[in-house]
């Protein structure tokens, strides 16, 4: 494509992560004319692989897949990439004020706070129940729920330490945010898109039980190779137009004009491009109103997973220093072992300000607490900042504070006249994973089909 140059075509998608290529490969074969335009010069969006030598590929981003994320599984299959299980077998690791517990199904603590903790799940389910996933903000006490924060509700509800715990790994850990920054409604609603906090949480039959062979990008790849040219790299879109005719989609050297467009990034990115005329009040306020998580994920690679050996499944939790939630992330058997460790919430953030080698440090110090100092001499290592990252801007996905769903969430899918809203943040099942980027695009591309006369 030469530079500054015009395309026509009936659909322009912006964004080839997996909502976006989601949504072209379903308008295209349904025989309408698409371009994606893409900022980065890779396709995949918040799935990216990186290849460590010898055949190694590790996910630097999304990676998990569970048995009900039928939208992702369904779309790996038809693209001929398997997944297969995570190591699980052993002990698990909690470190909670700064005391270890190795477990095998329940942690040894005081009868409770164990309950504590219990209570405060299944109060959080059953408050979940009354939350539609289609529209949260009409659930019965959706305003109270969306005026006030998950710390707020835990000061009231819990009352040990364990208590406290529990919800603050599930919010740094699930949400990548600190409990005092995320709506109960908004928890409600990530409880109920997911299926609840078993299948957020765990790994067999759950959220974390698979991963994809070959890495998650895989999928993007082989996605964008059957669109072909119609996928343009190095295209950050700034500008879109919108006439009565269609619309123009002004990227670096590309003009793509169309019947229709899908936006197809999340709702801080969605918010930095211009448009004319501009965006619905809401609309825009909801770009806002909807911050990234935070989120460092850091990989040690040994030339053998020594933890297993010594009977752990290389899961840990803590409330401590340095990654405060890992697993075992290398090849089911054999060597290499690769340990995975999320640093998130307030911990990413300040450890982002770090110098790396005290990061890394902090990092590998926490690995060594949990499965001895082996862990902290890894023959390689490997992390990656997504709040730095100029295309993403943080991870997993958008938390919603209070006041986000009840003031702007039906803003969150509705059409702005031409344009449509996909991106894992719009989905209505597993919201913030590749499931949900993959749901959000059918529902689009569906939702253009309509619109366009052509289903
Ligand atoms: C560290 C990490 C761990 C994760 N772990 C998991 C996991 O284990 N399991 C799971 O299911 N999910 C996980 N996720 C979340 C999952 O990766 C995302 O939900 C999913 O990939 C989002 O896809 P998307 O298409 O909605 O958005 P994105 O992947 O963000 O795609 C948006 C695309 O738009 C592009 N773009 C942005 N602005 C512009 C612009 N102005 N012009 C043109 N292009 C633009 C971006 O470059 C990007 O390619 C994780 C994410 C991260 C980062």
């Given at each position: 494509?030469?530079?500054?140059?015009?395309?026509?075509?009936?659909?322009?998608?912006?964004?080839?992560?997996?909502?976006?290529?989601?949504?072209?490969?379903?308008l295209?074969?349904?025989?309408?004319?698409?371009?994606?335009?893409?900022?980065?010069?890779?396709?995949g969006?918040?799935?990216?692989n990186?290849e460590?030598?010898?055949?190694?590929?590790?996910?630097?981003?999304?990676?998990?897949?569970?048995?009900?994320?039928?939208?992702?599984?369904?779309?790996?299959?038809?693209l001929?990439?398997?997944?297969?299980?995570?190591?699980?077998?052993?002990l698990?690791v909690?470190?909670?004020?700064?005391?270890?517990?190795?477990?095998?199904?329940v942690?040894?603590?005081?009868?409770?706070?164990?309950?504590?903790?219990?209570?405060?799940?299944?109060?959080?389910?059953?408050?979940?129940?009354?939350?539609?996933?289609?529209?949260?903000?009409?659930?019965?006490?959706?305003?109270?729920?969306d005026?006030?924060?998950?710390?707020?509700?835990?000061?009231?509800?819990?009352?040990?330490?364990?208590?406290?715990?529990?919800?603050e790994?599930?919010?740094?850990?699930?949400?990548a945010?600190?409990?005092?920054?995320?709506?109960?409604?908004?928890?409600?609603?990530?409880l109920?898109?997911a299926?609840?906090?078993?299948?957020?949480?765990?790994?067999?039959?759950?959220?974390q039980?698979?991963?994809?062979?070959?890495?998650?990008?895989?999928?993007?790849?082989?996605?964008?190779?059957?669109?072909g040219?119609?996928?343009r790299?190095g295209?950050?879109?700034?500008?879109?137009e919108?006439?009565?005719s269609?619309?123009?989609?002004?990227?670096?050297?590309?003009?793509?004009?169309g019947r229709?467009?899908?936006?197809?990034?999340?709702?801080?990115l969605?918010?930095?491009i211009?448009?004319?005329?501009?965006?619905?009040?809401?609309?825009?306020q909801?770009?806002?109103a909807?911050?990234?998580?935070?989120?460092?994920?850091?990989l040690?690679?040994y030339?053998?997973?020594?933890?297993?050996?010594?009977?752990?499944?290389g899961?840990?939790?803590?409330?401590?220093?340095?990654?405060t939630?890992?697993?075992?992330?290398?090849?089911?058997?054999?060597?290499?072992?690769?340990?995975?460790?999320?640093?998130?919430?307030?911990?990413a953030?300040?450890?982002?300000?770090?110098?790396?080698?005290a990061?890394r440090g902090?990092?590998?110090?926490?690995?060594?607490?949990?499965?001895?100092?082996d862990?902290q001499?890894?023959?390689e290592y490997?992390?990656?900042?997504?709040?730095?990252?100029q295309?993403?801007?943080?991870?997993?996905?958008?938390h919603?504070?209070p006041?986000?769903?009840?003031?702007f969430?039906?803003?969150?899918?509705?059409p702005?006249?031409l344009?449509h809203?996909?991106g894992?943040?719009?989905a209505?099942?597993?919201?913030?994973?590749?499931?949900?980027a993959?749901?959000?695009?059918e529902r689009?591309?569906?939702?253009?089909l309509?619109?366009?006369?052509?289903?």
């Amino acid at each position: 494509m030469s530079a500054g140059s015009r395309v026509e075509c009936d659909v322009v998608v912006v964004g080839a992560g997996l909502a976006g290529l989601t949504v072209a490969s379903r308008l295209e074969r349904a025989g309408c004319a698409v371009v994606v335009l893409e900022a980065r010069g890779r396709v995949g969006g918040r799935v990216l692989n990186q290849e460590l030598g010898d055949g190694l590929v590790v996910d630097v981003g999304g990676q998990f897949v569970g048995p009900t994320q039928r939208h992702v599984l369904g779309l790996a299959a038809e693209l001929g990439v398997p997944t297969y299980p995570i190591f699980t077998d052993g002990l698990t690791v909690l470190e909670i004020g700064g005391r270890r517990h190795a477990y095998r199904k329940v942690p040894r603590l005081g009868p409770a706070q164990l309950a504590d903790a219990g209570r405060a799940i299944v109060a959080l389910e059953r408050l979940a129940r009354r939350v539609s996933v289609q529209a949260p903000w009409q659930a019965a006490g959706a305003d109270a729920a969306d005026s006030r924060t998950l710390a707020d509700w835990a000061r009231r509800n819990v009352r040990t330490r364990l208590g406290r715990f529990a919800i603050e790994a599930f919010s740094q850990g699930v949400l990548a945010c600190e409990p005092g920054e995320v709506s109960l409604l908004h928890v409600l609603f990530y409880l109920r898109s997911a299926g609840g906090l078993r299948q957020l949480t765990e790994t067999s039959g759950a959220a974390q039980q698979d991963r994809f062979a070959g890495g998650s990008q895989l999928i993007a790849i082989r996605l964008a190779e059957r669109l072909g040219d119609r996928v343009r790299l190095g295209a950050p879109v700034t500008r879109i137009e919108q006439r009565s005719s269609g619309v123009t989609v002004h990227a670096n050297d590309v003009v793509a004009s169309g019947r229709r467009a899908v936006v197809a990034v999340p709702p801080a990115l969605a918010g930095r491009i211009c448009y004319d005329p501009p965006l619905p009040g809401d609309r825009d306020q909801l770009t806002q109103a909807a911050p990234m998580g935070s989120v460092i994920k850091c990989l040690a690679v040994y030339d053998k997973p020594f933890w297993r050996d010594a009977g752990y499944n290389g899961q840990a939790t803590s409330d401590g220093l340095g990654a405060t939630v890992t697993f075992d992330t290398g090849p089911p058997a054999g060597a290499p072992g690769v340990l995975l460790g999320f640093v998130t919430g307030a911990r990413a953030r300040r450890l982002a300000q770090a110098d790396p080698a005290a990061r890394r440090g902090e990092v590998l110090g926490s690995f060594g607490r949990y499965f001895g100092p082996d862990a902290q001499r890894p023959a390689e290592y490997v992390e990656h900042d997504w709040t730095a990252d100029q295309w993403t801007r943080g991870c997993y996905g958008a938390h919603f504070p209070p006041g986000t769903w009840t003031q702007f969430g039906s803003a969150l899918r509705r059409p702005s006249g031409l344009l449509h809203w996909a991106g894992t943040e719009t989905a209505t099942e597993w919201s913030g994973y590749m499931d949900g980027a993959v749901q959000s695009g059918e529902r689009a591309a569906d939702e253009v089909l309509t619109a366009l006369n052509m289903r």
